[in-house]
């Protein structure tokens, strides 16, 4: 299987065994194959990537110790990228060309990927399905008529049906393990602060990470090892020394303790879901790792917290898109007057979808004079109260396990009247992001239908190693990341 790995991939580069051009004409050739029904890109960038690809092959010297030489990869489309445009799905965005590369990509580049393009995704970043998208939604390889998940839909549809082994996204609520889960991949969300956001357009800033999704859970480890650790350029980043995550991977779990928080895994849980998440558990244990019952007392709280938190964090990042400053702008509606109020007001209401609307209108809300203490404090109150029910867990376990989401991938269209029921199915993902804690969705098996299933791990902070440790040791046990949708082998 080392086709569709990273590791497998990079070392043929690095051999002399493959060049870096074949591997990028065979993912293009398989991006124009599946585009058509997927739908997981916004911009493909062909000329870049070969230009690319044949500056790797006319000096292969230079890359022999490159960890990703010759990958492509495949970046969400709101990551910045000096001279391709970046819409993070946004009409507002739709002519926006970035001068600047996101740390991230100039990271990834530097370690010897090669960017094939951008990838669809919910507008800002803002929704669980990829519906939100002003291009349209991504689909799910493995059922056409289902999302792919948000908001990283695009990336991890691109990564399941094998058109980069590499697709990077960003993560406010659950946008890296929601889609991995329900397309059949490994997805890392990072500690907050172990990975730059310089160059990733804001959504909420103290919930926003950029990480991986990868075929294998080896691969993860060899992207974020690329992409780790402090950058001058955003205040956020952590000095934190960014330590060999590929030699975590010993294959062994023996005494790892993993918590179960039965309390919060029992209702609303689809049954072939909790019957993966069992067995998946059951494997850990037969491998020596100790199943410990914890307790999670706020987690319940985690939606109303995360969805104060992050639509009061995007109505400020969101205020910049003014018609003056980015991409479009729009003459003031008939009879509205010729000021600047009218063009703003003009510019954001056909700029904007309606999800980010009413993300603005509730941010907006609930940071005003008299309803501030009401929501936004009283959020980041309990959002402390959910960060010390992990601390507690952490004294007794070295992660915690959870199915990354209630259901399998549901059908396009089946939440859309009704974004209550969507936000629901951040249950499990939300509260790692307002915990500022690392979480890795990995395979765990399929329905009876065929639709994938996630089992997340998540994690102390800068813990990295020890949810790779434990997910690559399962991985190994286990043939569900060999499993492929029909798609991926036109
Ligand atoms: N689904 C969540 C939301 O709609 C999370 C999105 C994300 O992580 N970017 O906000």
């Known amino acids: 299987m080392t086709e569709d790995t990273i590791a497998g991939l990079a070392g043929a580069v690095r051999t002399g065994a493959r060049t870096a051009t074949e591997i990028c004409q065979r993912a293009l050739a398989q991006l124009d194959a599946t585009e058509p029904s997927l739908h997981a890109f916004n911009t493909v960038a062909a000329d870049r990537a070969l230009a690319r690809a044949a500056a790797i092959d006319r000096h292969p010297a230079r890359w022999k110790q490159a960890p990703l030489a010759g990958v492509p990869i495949a970046l969400k489309d709101n990551l910045c990228t000096r001279g391709l445009r970046t819409t993070a799905s946004s009409r507002i965005l739709d002519t926006f060309v970035p001068p600047y590369d996101a740390t991230v990509v100039e990271r990834l580049e530097a370690a010897g990927a090669v960017v094939v393009g951008k990838t669809n995704c919910d507008e800002f970043a803002m929704g669980s399905s990829n ?3 002003a291009y349209g939604p ?8 289902r999302t792919p998940g948000g908001s990283s839909g695009g990336s991890a549809a691109a990564g399941a049906a094998g058109i980069a082994p590499a697709a990077r996204g960003s993560d406010t609520g659950g946008s890296i393990p929601q889609p991995a889960a329900i397309c059949g991949v490994v997805g890392l969300k990072p500690t907050y602060g172990r990975v730059s956001r310089y160059g990733l357009i804001a959504f909420a800033s103290s919930l926003d990470q950029i990480g991986p999704f990868t075929r294998t859970v080896r691969d993860a480890a060899l992207v974020l090892s690329a992409i780790a650790g402090h950058d001058p350029m955003d205040a956020t980043s952590e000095a934190e020394p960014v330590p060999p995550y590929a030699d975590a991977l010993t294959g062994d779990v023996r005494g790892a303790r993993i918590g179960v928080p039965r309390g919060l895994v029992g209702a609303g849980v689809d049954r072939e879901v909790a019957q993966a998440f069992d067995e998946a558990l059951a494997s850990l244990a037969d491998r ?16 109303p917290v995360y969805y104060l938190v992050a639509t009061a964090e995007a109505s400020s990042n969101l205020a910049r898109y003014d018609g003056v400053r980015y991409g479009m702008r729009t003459p003031p509606a008939a009879g509205a007057g010729p000021d600047l109020p009218a063009m703003y007001a003009s510019t954001r209401a056909q700029g904007f979808g309606p999800e980010v609307k009413r993300r603005i209108m509730l941010g907006t809300y609930v940071l005003s004079a008299g309803y501030y203490d009401a929501y936004y404090l009283k959020a980041q109150q309990v959002r402390t109260l959910i960060l010390r029910d992990y601390d507690r867990a952490f004294e007794r376990v070295d992660a915690v396990a959870m199915p990354t989401t209630p259901t399998p991938a549901f059908r396009l269209g089946e939440h859309a009247a009704d974004p209550l029921q969507m936000y629901l199915g951040d249950v499990f993902t939300v509260s790692a992001n307002l915990a500022g804690l690392p979480a890795l969705s990995v395979p765990c098996g399929f329905t009876a239908g065929g639709l994938p299933i996630g089992l997340q791990l998540i994690g102390r902070r800068h813990d990295e190693s020890t949810l790779l440790r434990v997910a690559d040791a399962y991985e190994r046990g286990t043939a569900w990341w060999t499993h492929r949708p029909p798609i991926a082998t036109r």
């Open 288 to 303: 020596g790792a100790r199943l410990v019952d914890v307790e999670l007392p706020h987690a319940p709280y985690a939606i």
């Open 138 to 145: 991504a689909r799910n390889p493995w059922a056409l008529d």
């Open 131 to 133: 519906e939100n998208s």
